[in-house]
């Protein structure tokens, strides 16, 4: 039972272009979702989070976008830069207040120069 | 003030023995948890632990597997028996609260399995 998908399993852009990341969930009771970065052998990152209350949500050059219709979320990350080369995580709490996150499959953004 | 410390980073067992990974958490955090990635696969949920206390095992195997966090000193996923299915990296995170903005989540750098 895949609550939260990534369907794209690599991504690549040329440095200096805009990243879109895209996760889709299938459970309307989700409030919250978070975005995670991680490098090879690491664990990952916390990187951007979105309440079902908004719709975009921005730091820097990071910004993750919600449909809530179309249950549907996107990190958009411009410009994009060699570092953030790694695999990106979309999750959410499985339920109000769960402790458990549902984690997607990952996507592996690659930043060519 | 370290992060999260899991140890060993990584771990070879042959079929039939068991594993014990070990889980720091940051100081002052009281909150830990578990989650397997399988490769190819996203993070999945395993279990959630606070001082001597199982709050979440609903990510557990019924069998094989079981999870600790003693009043002193770290949190254990052990494992018996493995199989070769068990081969993954396990992931540890540790939080201060049991709510937080961003989830509170502090990850470790996993420890990577090879059951052979």
């Known amino acids: 039972d895949q609550q939260v998908k990534q369907n794209s399993p690599s991504l690549s852009v040329q440095e200096g272009r805009i990243s879109i990341l895209n996760c889709d969930y299938t459970n309307s009771m989700f409030d919250y979702f978070l975005w995670y970065k991680k490098y090879p052998a690491e664990g990952p990152t916390f990187l951007i989070s979105i309440s079902s209350i908004k719709d975009k949500n921005e730091d820097g050059r990071f910004t993750v976008f919600l449909n809530k219709s179309a249950k549907h979320l996107s990190l958009h990350i411009v410009p994009s830069q060699p570092g953030d080369s790694a695999v990106y995580f979309c999750a959410a709490p499985r339920y109000q207040g769960a402790q458990k996150l549902v984690f997607g499959q990952g996507t592996r953004l690659t930043i060519n120069p | 003030n370290a992060g999260v410390m899991q140890n060993p980073r990584h771990l070879v067992r042959r079929r039939g023995q068991e594993a014990r990974l070990r889980c720091s958490p940051m100081?002052?955090?009281?909150?830990v948890y578990w989650y397997r990635q399988l490769p190819e696969e996203g993070l999945k949920f395993m279990v959630y632990?606070?001082?001597?206390?199982?709050?979440?095992e609903s990510g557990m195997p019924k069998e094989r597997f079981s999870a600790e966090f003693p009043k002193e000193g770290p949190s254990i996923l052990r494992i018996q028996q493995v199989v070769r299915g068990d081969s993954a990296a396990y992931f540890c995170a540790s939080s201060q609260s049991r709510t937080g903005g961003n989830y509170g989540y502090t990850f470790g750098s996993g420890t990577r399995l090879t059951v052979v």
């Open positions: 100081k002052g955090h009281s909150h």
């Open positions: 632990l606070q001082k001597e206390n199982i709050i979440d």
